[in-house]
């Protein structure tokens, strides 16, 4: 419950003005929560009125998908752009493809997006966008022709200059090459409109590593700096075994932790001697396959049904890197009671509040995750400098670029903490570091 008149007030507004949009809610409340004592120090905020104008999307679009099977049927799926705020940059954030894509996720996803790419140091607006399409099975040629559906519609509302969607859940190189095609066939332009490019197009070296190597560089910084401690030996469960979750127990790796388990919507794998992770590419980069797999592949590894399980496996650092809400009180009371040192979010929300709550009563070292997965964007941005200057960096100048911004976002969040007389609260610091340069903004800009 907060204590300050004026967030509690925008904050029921915003729960009348938005009825079920439960994800949204949970987000907003998150960040009202933490910006209390800022604002409270802030009269200006309340004046020119910059929560009500946070919480309501500059502009948000949903559109009608249509697209034919490889048998000739017609599908009908639900396409959603939000450009949340452009006060520091233009519009940026990923497209997620997945069945359970509604109103209220994109805005959860497009309204924390605004203080990841704020922390980036970048100048980058927040957005988040995608269809309740799942690309799970289908074929490449139907997921080229959906890709084409759904750029239809939106390269009417995006543009270089003015708002560059990426990657998401869904949304990985092959529908990024797909809509990138369409748009440049539809606009006659070929212009760095979208991030997480072929190589070949425009991309950029690391974008591909970026969310998972950015994570353990933030993780890394900040079992340094607030426990003298490193990832080296330490015993790592990561679940998901999609982009971020990948390349993080990749870069776990490389520093010398022991990743022993990984997951996907259907179960998760135990691999005690450490996840070999040219299985898990094998599986699910090149053939798109489940996870369990990789138990019928590695003698010594277990498959166990059901993906929530995943966290009642005793380790000190736990990443989550799948999805919103994955882990719960529950998860969180038993990951404490073995012993967890460190959790860094890797996905979008993936801890409920209660569970956050959890971690940070019982001094669980806590990366929230628009500090900690902010490394796509990022790179993203990187990419988009590349594209303007027309210039190609290599693999070592953006990974080095990468670690400097993450280890920065960590400093900035903690110095933040500090400030707000909560030393350590990377929650707390995260929101107000990346919330502050978007109200100045506001405030500088004039009313819109
Ligand atoms: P992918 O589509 O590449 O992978 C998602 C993974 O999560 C898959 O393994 C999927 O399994 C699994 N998953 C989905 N739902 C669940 C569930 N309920 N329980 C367990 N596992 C589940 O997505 P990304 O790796 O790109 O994204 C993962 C998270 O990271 C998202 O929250 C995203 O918003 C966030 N993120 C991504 C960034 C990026 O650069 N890609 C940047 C910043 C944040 P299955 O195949 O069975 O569905």
């Given at each position: 419950m907060m204590t300050n008149a004026y967030l509690n007030a925008v904050y029921q507004d915003t729960v009348r003005r938005n009825q079920g949009e439960n994800e949204f809610l949970q987000a907003v409340l998150e960040v009202f929560t933490s910006l209390e004592p800022y604002v409270e120090r802030h009269p200006e905020l309340a004046a020119h009125g910059i929560m009500e104008r946070l919480v309501e999307p500059e502009r948000m679009v949903t559109f009608r998908v249509t697209w034919e099977d490889d048998g000739g049927r017609v599908h009908v799926n639900r396409g959603y752009r939000v450009q949340f705020s452009s006060a520091i940059g233009p519009y940026k954030g990923g497209l997620r493809f997945h069945p359970s894509v509604n109103a209220s996720i994109i805005k959860f996803l497009g309204f924390e997006q605004i203080f990841k790419n704020s922390l980036t140091s970048l100048a980058l607006g927040g957005a988040k966008g995608g269809a309740?399409?799942?690309?799970?099975?289908?074929s490449d040629g139907e997921v080229m022709r959906f890709c084409q559906a759904f750029m239809t519609e939106l390269h009417r509302h995006i543009?270089?200059?003015?708002d560059v969607p990426a990657g998401d859940i869904g949304v990985g190189s092959r529908e990024i090459g797909y809509l990138f095609g369409q748009y440049k066939r539809l606009c006659n332009n070929f212009t760095g409109?979208?991030?997480?490019?072929?190589l070949q197009f425009g991309g950029s070296l690391t974008r591909k590593e970026a969310t998972g190597y950015g994570l353990l560089y933030f993780v890394e910084e900040m079992l340094r700096s607030?426990?003298?401690?490193?990832?080296?030996g330490k015993t790592i469960v990561v679940s998901g075994s999609g982009n971020v979750a990948i390349y993080a127990v990749e870069k776990a790796t490389h520093l010398g932790g022991r990743v022993i388990a990984m997951s996907d919507s259907g179960g998760y794998i135990v691999d005690e001697g450490g996840i070999r992770l040219d299985v898990v590419k094998a599986i699910k980069?090149?053939?798109?396959?489940?996870?369990?797999?990789y138990a019928r592949r590695v003698p010594g590894s277990r498959y166990v049904e059901g993906?929530?399980?995943?966290?009642s496996l005793p380790c000190q650092v736990a990443l989550p890197?799948?999805?919103?809400?994955?882990?719960?009180l529950a998860a969180a009371r038993t990951l404490v009671e073995n012993g967890v040192m460190a959790v860094g979010e890797g996905?979008?929300?993936?801890?409920?509040a209660q569970a956050v709550a959890w971690f940070q009563e019982h001094g669980v070292l806590f990366a929230p995750a628009k500090a900690a997965n902010a490394g796509g964007v990022a790179a993203s941005g990187l990419e988009m400098s590349q594209n303007a200057m027309r210039a190609t960096w290599s693999f070592e100048q953006v990974n080095e670029k990468l670690r400097d911004i993450m280890i920065n976002i960590f400093r900035v969040s903690q110095e933040a903490a500090e400030a707000c007389?909560?030393?350590?609260d990377l929650v707390t610091g995260a929101n107000v570091a990346g919330f502050q340069k978007v109200a100045d903004a506001m405030l500088s800009e004039g009313l819109y």
């Open positions: 309740d399409f799942d690309p799970k099975g289908r543009g270089a200059n003015c409109v979208l991030t997480g490019k072929g607030l426990a003298h401690e490193t990832v080296f980069e090149e053939e798109r396959g489940r996870i369990s797999e993906c929530g399980g995943i966290w890197c799948a999805t919103q809400n994955e882990l719960d996905a979008n929300m993936p801890c409920t007389g909560r030393p350590g």
